[in-house]
C-alpha cells in the first residue's frame, strides 16, 4: 500500500456530462500528479500539482482541470465527457516535484463513458 | 514521437529463468527512469528507480542505465508466476516534472 488514497473506484457517466475524481496523497507529500491510462497503454501525464499550483501539464484539452487543496489532497475534473475519456485514472503522489522524486500510485478510478 | 519505447510483448520466460525487460528513449537529456510492475486491473507499483550509469540491484531485479545508448534495462532473476505482470519503463527529462511513460511490456512466467 502506499498511502495513495482515490474515489471513486469505478464511475459510469455518459457523454457530455462531467466528472470529479479525487485524490488523497501520501502523508508529507506536496505533489500530486495525474494520470490517464487508456487500455493496453502506458498512463499519460495530465497534470502537476505543487504546493496548489498547476506545475506541468500534458497534451489534454482544456476540459480536463483541476485543483490541489491545503492539504496538499487533489481532484480531476472533466467537463463534456467523450467516450475516448472512458480510462483507468491514475494519481501519484510525490514529495516535491523534482526529477529524481519517485511518484507512488493509488489505486486508480476506472471511469466508464456510455 | 514516442519519447519512451518498450516492446510490447508478451515476453514468455519458464520458472526460474531469468526475464530481460529492455526500453529505449529517445531524449539525450534523460534524468531519471523507473521501473514500475502493473498487475491487471490494478495501478502501477514502484519496483526500481535508476539515475546513474550502471547496474542497481534491489533482491531478484537488476536495473541498468546507458545513457550513452540511451537505454534502459530491468533483469528478474529466478523468475516466479507472481512476477507474471505488465512492466513499464518511465523517464523525467530535463527540466520537466512528469513522468513519460513507454507502453508496457507484458511478462508471462510458466511454472
Known amino acids: 500500500e502506499t498511502g495513495v488514497t482515490q474515489s471513486p473506484t469505478h464511475l459510469i457517466k455518459t457523454r457530455g456530462q462531467q466528472v470529479t475524481l479525487r485524490c488523497s496523497s501520501q502523508?508529507?507529500?506536496?505533489?500530486v500528479s495525474w494520470y490517464q491510462q487508456a487500455l493496453g497503454q502506458g498512463p499519460q501525464f495530465i497534470f502537476q500539482?505543487?504546493?496548489?499550483?498547476?506545475?506541468g501539464r500534458g497534451n489534454f484539452p482544456p476540459r480536463f482541470s483541476g485543483l490541489q487543496f491545503p492539504n496538499y489532497s487533489s481532484e480531476l475534473n472533466v467537463n463534456a465527457l467523450e467516450l475516448d475519456d472512458s480510462a483507468l485514472y491514475l494519481c501519484?503522489?510525490?514529495?516535491?516535484?523534482?526529477?529524481?522524486?519517485?511518484?507512488?500510485f493509488g489505486p486508480g478510478t476506472r471511469l466508464l463513458v456510455l | 514521437q514516442k519519447e519512451v519505447e518498450q516492446n510490447s510483448g508478451p515476453l514468455s520466460v519458464p520458472e526460474g529463468a531469468i526475464a530481460s525487460l529492455n526500453c529505449t528513449y529517445s531524449?539525450?537529456?534523460?534524468?531519471?527512469f523507473f521501473w514500475y510492475r502493473q498487475y491487471s486491473g490494478k495501478s502501477p507499483e514502484l519496483i526500481m528507480s535508476?539515475?546513474?550509469?550502471g547496474d542497481k540491484e534491489d533482491g531478484r531485479f537488476t536495473a541498468q542505465l546507458n545513457k550513452a545508448s540511451q537505454y534502459v534495462s530491468l533483469l528478474i532473476r529466478d523468475s516466479q508466476p507472481s512476477d507474471s505482470a505488465t512492466y513499464l519503463c518511465?523517464?523525467?527529462?530535463?527540466?520537466?516534472?512528469?513522468?513519460?511513460f513507454g507502453t508496457g511490456t507484458r511478462l508471462q512466467v510458466f511454472p
Open positions: 531524449d539525450r537529456g534523460s534524468q531519471s
Open positions: 502523508s508529507g507529500h506536496n505533489t
Open positions: 500539482y505543487y504546493r496548489e499550483e498547476e506545475n
Open positions: 518511465a523517464g523525467v527529462f530535463y527540466n520537466t516534472d512528469k513522468l513519460i
Open positions: 501519484a503522489s510525490s514529495l516535491g516535484g523534482g526529477t529524481q522524486e519517485t511518484q507512488y
Open positions: 535508476i539515475y546513474s550509469n
